[in-house]
């Protein structure tokens, strides 16, 4: 049986096993949003290179002729280093950012206060989930300093390219095995957690959105992540051992002809995508959960079609598991199947159009305060739908004939990963901040960022699609050698500029994060006046969570409950009189 | 500045851009009622302008009504986009040319049968980053790499087809107007996929023929 | 049951430990590969017909040299033309067709671009690597010299004076081989071979026909047939030697000679055609 945290401890925790290698829940989660936070800056450092290239490429960049003297020697970015640094952000993006922020840090920290539990329900296993991060982080960067760079097949490391590309890519590899890893081990927790450790009165239907979509989220990552692994291990036996797995015979590389034989290229496609597929979906359920959260506690008005919700959570995941190839439509796949590919990826949208519908109806004869975290949420809703839409042109199998592997793509995934996803993680850390720090983050200085972040971010990805639509591949160092791409220079530039706003915008983020972290004003118990159990607890909650298991009564959402005098009833609380 | 698609210069290139067109009327439309029915409601409920927020949990018939209406809508999408993919990916029309991309790091390999119509024999010829065709007439074109997955990108044609090692892909496609235009490499193929770029002639027949005999010539010495 | 600390300290320390351990393997980057960006290329372009006879730095020297020509026999196969239209850059530098210098008979009938050195007789003498470098250029889209020798650590300094993206991929089987783009028009980047090895090929995968041949070895008594088919290789020990001549298509021949300090001796090679 899973040792009961607060026995073991009288305390007194010397500040190595406190705050380094501890097994609170609550502290695990905080590791995992400093260390994401602090990757997706990095990530986002790695892009700001990228446009600066984009827009003015073969130009030099000064100080990065020393900081990297063979990527950019004397200034002037050479393509080698290019391809590495869209890898490493697109990886360090989904491993090390989104995926660790939504998953790693909400999921950890909510999910048992949100359940009335006192901690997760293997708190070691939760511990080494987390610290499988920092070796895998240090792995992967540590490729920029092998032979040949870091890796640079891109995130998706097809095969063959990745099977013949140098060290760094052996370094990528066992990174991502890591952090897979350590998804698993989360997963399992939060599993047993959220069906062992509800406390009593809280019935799977009563169970808060955000619950049910981390609920949902880990299921995904416990069946697709193992596959993922797989592959990784036989791409890695192809690099070191000389097995054949994805590399077929007679393959000629610099006029020297491979011993390999038997492989098959597409295989390592097939097993990537089943697992990046779902994975995209692990991305960006936590946020909807986060949103499905905060919408109803800031138009006071219970979530409309609760039910509904999570049937589409349901049907989003069980569908996701059956798309996978629509990555694969101009692959030389079987035609045939794409069919059956394209019908399940449109009829995704049925479940995610359901979900908006019901978004928007919650907000419909609402009364709308619109705070910092209500503003990153509703951004999210309209960003989001951009992503949604555009993900249909992309499922119209002849229509990805064209946009596929362009920067329609690029503008796609970013709305949907930047303005979904991202914009949930903001959303989540501004209305949890209070509950986590137990002080207030500036609202005023929370909603210059979320507007300035929203401008900028449409003006960086929105021109995307006018550059896909007009052919510009992705993952190309230099766009301006073709001939039908050579008036795209002022909408490159404009991009980037847009893109150097940006990141300087996160810098609102950062300034009020920290600053708040030491000088915001104490933050009361529910600041929020939200009706969900991590409010019942103290800000920030103590080891344990609750003093005494609360006792759950009714849905998550009952706001503005006729006759009842506050306009919001918590779930631990019984009706009013 | 052109904002749009750069032109079409194949058969069923037209019908993709249609596809495209319909679904960004479809898109378009939602996008607009969506954006606008968020905005208004945080205008029209925002707190003042409305007293107390209503409490209800749902409705049974609202739900039925947006699940239905979108599933129609993509039902109608798969439909058309299934019967353009049969035209394009499914058994070709009669062609009067073949031929053959071997694409490597970081080049296209372009080999034609010749005038006997036969490959391996004395009248092929091969090219580098040349890709000439006949206008009007159907060409089959056979895909292969060397090394890694590269992918046969022609904008105007609208086609693009991955070249995987270890399998011989098929595509065909029939221009309908002359002019140069551009190959691009469209899937990372090393530190040379960005200037991966071959180069489309279309001309007449007679043209082309021409071309083929000046090839030929050359490549002798 | 174990605590925590110790846990840690005994399965999951040492279990990272030795991921990364077992990890990328690589080695560092080659400290001695700097490269430069020079957007103007200030120094005049240098088209080295043969490796310069560097003269011995340190180690022994003496004042004996060998000369010879390397004589050609039989028809020599009709050169392939290069595709030059693959890139409008190179087709522009050309007004006349262009062939590969695969083989190349001189107009006095001797065969260029064969690579002559010492192969034996120098065991046990060490000699210093010069600091001037050789250079690779490209140009045309084409490797100039098309064959050079170079000793183990010196510079090579490869430049692209094309306004057309070249990568230059050495494939050496005893020192690290290297696979870098140059973009930019004058763009320079200076390598070096950490072991002896005859020939490492460096190729060009934008342009498949572009590929050149250098002769790393550990002593700068090595020389290039040029133009008139003659090498010569000076500032020799007098001692007995034998002397290798290799050719991209014909391979390698030896032969064994003794000088004595201050004699010039003549050794020939000849290549036939099959």
């Not at chain 1, 779902?278 to 960006?284: D, E, F, L, R, T």
């Not at chain 1, 059956?322 to 079987?334: C, E, K």
């Not at chain 1, 002022?490 to 847009?498: H, K, Q, T």
């Amino acid at each position: 049986m899973s040792d009961t945290p607060h026995e073991s401890a009288d305390h007194t925790m010397g500040f190595v096993r406190q705050y380094i290698f501890s097994t609170d829940h609550k502290t695990i989660g905080l590791q995992f949003l400093f260390t994401s936070l602090f990757m997706i800056l990095f990530g986002g450092l790695l892009a700001m290179l990228m446009r600066w290239q984009l827009g003015w490429p073969g130009h030099p960049l000064a100080f990065m002729g020393k900081l990297a003297p063979n990527g950019m020697p004397g200034g002037v970015m050479v393509p080698e280093y290019y391809n590495m640094l869209f890898t490493i952000h697109g990886s360090v993006m989904i491993f090390f950012g989104i995926i660790p922020i939504l998953v790693g840090a909400f999921g950890n920290y909510l999910i048992p206060l949100k359940i009335g539990a006192p901690d997760m329900a293997f708190p070691r296993l939760n511990m080494a989930s987390f610290w499988l991060n920092p070796p895998a982080i240090m792995i992967m960067l540590a490729g920029f300093f092998m032979q040949g760079g870091a890796a640079a097949a891109g995130w998706t490391s097809y095969a063959p390219l990745s099977a013949i590309l140098g060290p760094g890519q052996t370094c990528w590899i066992l990174s991502v095995l890591l952090v897979g890893t350590s998804s698993i081990m989360g997963a399992i927790n939060y599993i047993t957690t959220i069906i062992n450790l509800r406390a009593p009165g809280m019935t799977f239907f009563r169970l808060p959105l955000s619950i049910w979509a981390l609920f949902i989220t880990a299921i995904m990552a416990l069946l697709a992540t193992p596959v993922l692994a797989s592959a990784l291990i036989m791409l890695l036996l192809d690099r070191t051992l000389g097995t054949s797995f994805f590399l077929p015979a007679g393959l000629v590389v610099d006029g020297v002809a491979l011993a390999h034989s038997g492989g098959q290229v597409l295989l390592w496609q097939h097993l990537f995508w089943f697992y990046s597929h779902p994975a995209v979906y692990i991305m960006i359920l936590p946020a909807m959960g986060i949103v499905s959260d905060i919408l109803p506690t800031f138009a006071r008005k219970p979530v409309f079609g609760y039910h509904s919700m999570v049937y589409a959570l349901a049907t989003i995941a069980v569908l996701g598991f059956l798309v996978w190839a629509h990555h694969m439509f101009v692959s030389g796949m079987n035609p045939t199947l794409s069919t059956s590919f394209m019908v399940a990826t449109m009829v995704i949208a049925v479940p995610t159009g359901v979900k908006f519908f019901n978004w928007l109806a919650t907000l419909w004869r609402g009364s709308i305060r619109l705070t910092t975290p209500m503003l990153h949420a509703c951004i999210f809703l309209s960003t989001f739908l951009v992503g949604g839409l555009t993900g249909i042109f992309a499922a119209a199998m002849p229509v990805d004939i064209y946009i596929h592997d362009t920067y329609f793509i690029v503008g796609h995934l970013h709305y949907v990963l930047f303005g979904g996803s991202l914009f949930g993680a903001f959303a989540g850390i501004t209305f949890w901040f209070p509950k986590m720090f137990g002080r207030m983050m500036s609202d005023r200085l929370g909603q210059l960022h979320a507007v300035l972040t929203f401008v900028f971010f449409n003006a960086v990805m929105f021109p995307m699609f006018i550059l896909g639509i007009g052919g510009m591949p992705r993952r190309i160092y230099d766009w301006s050698q073709y001939a039908h791409l050579s008036h795209f220079g002022p909408l490159n530039r404009m991009i980037s500029v847009s893109a150097f706003c940006l990141l300087a915008a996160q810098g609102l983020f950062v300034v009020n994060f920290i600053w708040s972290l030491f000088k915001g004003r104490n933050a009361p118990e529910n600041p929020w006046e939200s009706t969900t159990l991590e409010w019942a607890t103290p800000s920030p909650p103590p080891h344990g969570n609750f003093k005494q298991t609360p006792t759950v009564y009714h849905g998550p959402y009952e706001y503005s409950v006729p006759g009842a005098k506050a306009d919001w009833l918590p779930q631990h609380q019984q009706s009013s009189p | 500045m052109t904002w749009w698609f750069p032109e079409v210069v194949s058969t069923y290139g037209v019908q993709i851009d249609r596809l495209f067109v319909v679904i960004l009327w479809i898109t378009g439309v939602i996008f607009v009622l969506v954006e606008g029915a968020l905005l208004a409601f945080l205008i029209r409920y925002r707190r003042g302008a409305s007293t107390r927020a209503m409490y209800i949990h749902g409705n049974v018939t609202a739900e039925i009504i947006w699940t239905v209406i979108p599933a129609l809508i993509v039902t109608y999408l798969a439909f058309a986009s299934q019967r353009v993919w049969a035209h394009i990916q499914g058994p070709p029309p009669p062609h009067q040319m073949e031929l053959e991309v071997v694409a490597e790091q970081f080049a296209w390999n372009i080999h034609y049968a010749g005038p006997d119509g036969q490959f391996g024999t004395a009248d092929d010829v091969e090219t580098i980053n040349q890709l000439h065709l006949p206008v009007g007439q159907v060409v089959l074109v056979r895909l292969k790499s060397k090394d890694v997955i590269h992918s046969f990108f022609l904008p105007q044609f609208r086609l693009k087809r991955d070249t995987v090692p270890g399998i011989t892909g098929r595509i065909w496609l029939q221009a309908t107007k002359t002019g140069q235009y551009e190959i691009v490499c469209a899937e990372l193929c090393g530190l040379g996929h960005y200037r991966m770029r071959g180069f489309v002639t279309i001309e007449t027949p007679e043209a082309f023929a021409a071309w083929l005999k000046q090839a030929k010539a050359e490549q002798a010495g | 049951m174990m605590s925590d600390e110790k846990w840690m300290r005994t399965k999951l320390i040492p279990l990272v430990g030795v991921v990364v351990a077992i990890g990328c393997g690589g080695k560092p980057q080659d400290a001695s590969a700097t490269t430069k960006a020079n957007a103007s290329a200030e120094r005049p372009v240098q088209l080295a017909q043969a490796a310069p006879e560097a003269a011995p730095a340190g180690g022994a020297s003496g004042s004996a040299s060998l000369h010879g020509s390397i004589k050609f026999s039989g028809t020599a196969p009709e050169a392939e033309r290069i595709k030059m239209d693959a890139d409008p850059q190179c087709l522009l530098q050309h007004k006349e067709a262009v062939h590969k210098p695969e083989v190349v008979i001189n107009a006095n009938g001797t065969l260029r671009y064969v690579f002559v050195y010492v192969k034996q007789g120098l065991e046990g003498k060490t000699f210093a690597a010069p600091t001037q470098p050789a250079v690779l250029d490209q140009q045309g889209c084409m490797y100039h010299p098309h064959v050079l020798g170079l000793q183990v650590n010196q510079p090579l300094e490869i430049v692209n004076n094309d306004a057309t993206l070249h990568n230059v991929n050495c494939k050496p089987l005893n020192s690290k081989p290297f696979n870098i783009a140059q973009p930019v028009k004058g763009m320079k980047s200076t390598k070096t071979f950490a072991a002896p090895e005859v020939m490492v090929k460096c190729a060009c995968n934008v342009h498949p026909w572009m590929a050149t041949y250098v002769g790393v070895v550990a002593h700068p008594f090595f020389g290039v047939s040029g133009e008139d088919g003659g090498f010569t290789i000076a500032g020799l020990p007098a001692g007995h030697y034998t002397l290798e001549a290799w050719h991209e298509k014909y391979g390698t021949q030896t032969k064994t000679v003794t000088v004595a300090d201050g004699e010039r001796a003549q050794v020939d090679f000849e290549f036939k055609a099959p």
